[in-house]
T-cell receptor, first 114, second 113 residues
């Protein structure tokens, strides 16, 4: 594709529900990053994939958050038992390799937990 | 204290003015990024710096590694430059560095006609 895409663009859910957020990186990009941006703040790192494996998941806030990238392309961020504090814009970025390359960001998914 | 601090947090300018946004960081880095975020959330990478200065059109980015400081300048500002500008650093992990970014809180720029 032409760029990083994320679906859905907006997700409204109720407290306690399970949500999945999808990221389609640029074709051929081996590195994929998930970030979370709360209102009025800069993004915060969640997890980094190099290929199919999570090379660094130190930013995931707790065990309700999990992400996969089974075929080294599309990634899904999964949030269980959502809480109101999970409301944020979830951003995905990809780069050709996980080093000095420019990261290309998707448009984000705005998650609202009621 | 955040590892990456930006100033000012908000900046209002008149069209045509020269604008400077500052970024200071407290850790060793291997690269610094300047990003632009328009309303609606889309982020675009403007510059990636590890030393010196880069220029693209009306935008200029500089970095001083010794002083742990970077600046983004916009010459002849225009209302379409209105956006949030975010500084982000790639930490120097001593040979195992990868692209994980640590972000500043952003500077909201509004340029009036």
């Amino acid at each position: 594709g032409a760029g990083v895409s994320q679906t859905p663009s907006n997700k409204v859910t109720e407290k306690g529900k399970y949500v999945e957020l999808r990221c389609d990186p640029i074709s051929g990009h081996t590195a994929l990053y998930w970030y979370r941006q709360s209102l009025g703040q800069g993004p915060e790192f969640l997890i980094y994939f190099q290929g199919t494996g999570a090379a660094d998941d130190s930013g995931l806030p707790n065990d309700r958050f999990f992400a996969v990238r089974p075929e080294g392309s599309v990634s899904t961020l999964k949030i269980q038992r959502t809480e109101r504090g999970d409301s944020a814009v979830y951003l995905c970025a990809s780069s050709l390799e996980g080093n000095a390359d420019t990261q290309y960001f998707g448009p984000g998914t705005r998650l609202t937990v009621l | 204290k955040n590892e990456v601090e930006q100033s000012p947090q908000n900046l209002t300018a008149q069209e045509g003015e020269f604008i400077t946004i500052n970024c200071s960081y407290s850790v060793g880095i291997s690269a610094l990024h300047w990003l632009q975020q328009h309303p609606g959330g889309g982020i675009v990478s403007l510059f990636m710096l590890s030393s010196g200065k880069k220029k693209h059109g009306r935008l200029i980015a500089t970095i001083n590694i010794q002083e742990k400081h970077s600046s983004l300048h916009i010459t002849a500002s225009h209302p379409r430059d209105s956006a949030v500008y975010i500084c982000a650093v790639r930490l120097d992990a001593g040979g195992t560095s990868y692209g994980k970014l640590t972000f500043g809180q952003g500077t909201i720029l509004t340029v009036h006609p």
